[in-house]
């Protein structure tokens, strides 16, 4: 049952913005912290963003900060993340997470407790 589901990545030149989403099922989007991580090849996963269960807090990788935003909508259990500024360093499988807290997607390893399947954003130079 799959029940964090990834859309909005793509091919976009360096400097473009790309919105990635992640719709999750009720139970999971209201009762957790949701975050993207994102994966190349030969690599550990490493996190993105994360926010917390009503909003008040996010996180961001010093990577992405100032370029990056995660948002979500709790009316329809979605999570977002605007990607502005992308470089060709961005470019790999994005994943959506739900995890008790924004602390344990930061940890190491993380202890997130659902994961979406995945979305490719490519950025060329």
């Known amino acids: 049952q799959v029940q964090l589901v990834e859309s909005g990545g793509g091919l976009v030149q360096a400097g473009g913005s790309l919105r990635l989403s992640c719709a999750a099922s009720?139970?999971?989007?209201?009762?957790?912290?949701m975050g993207w991580f994102r994966q190349v090849p030969g690599k550990e996963r490493e996190f993105v963003a994360g926010?917390?269960?009503?909003?008040?807090?996010?996180s961001y990788a010093d990577s992405v900060k100032g370029r990056f935003t995660i948002s979500r909508d709790n009316a329809r259990s979605t999570v977002y993340l605007q990607m502005n500024s992308l470089k060709p360093e961005d470019t790999a499988v994005y994943y959506c997470?739900?995890?008790?807290?924004?602390?344990?997607?930061?940890?190491?390893?993380?202890?997130?407790?659902?994961w979406g399947q995945g979305t490719q954003v490519t950025v060329s130079s």
């Open positions: 926010i917390s269960r009503y909003a008040v807090s996010t």
């Open positions: 997470a739900a995890a008790g807290w924004i602390a344990y997607m930061t940890s190491t390893p993380p202890r997130t407790k659902y």
């Open positions: 009720g139970s999971i989007f209201s009762n957790n912290a």
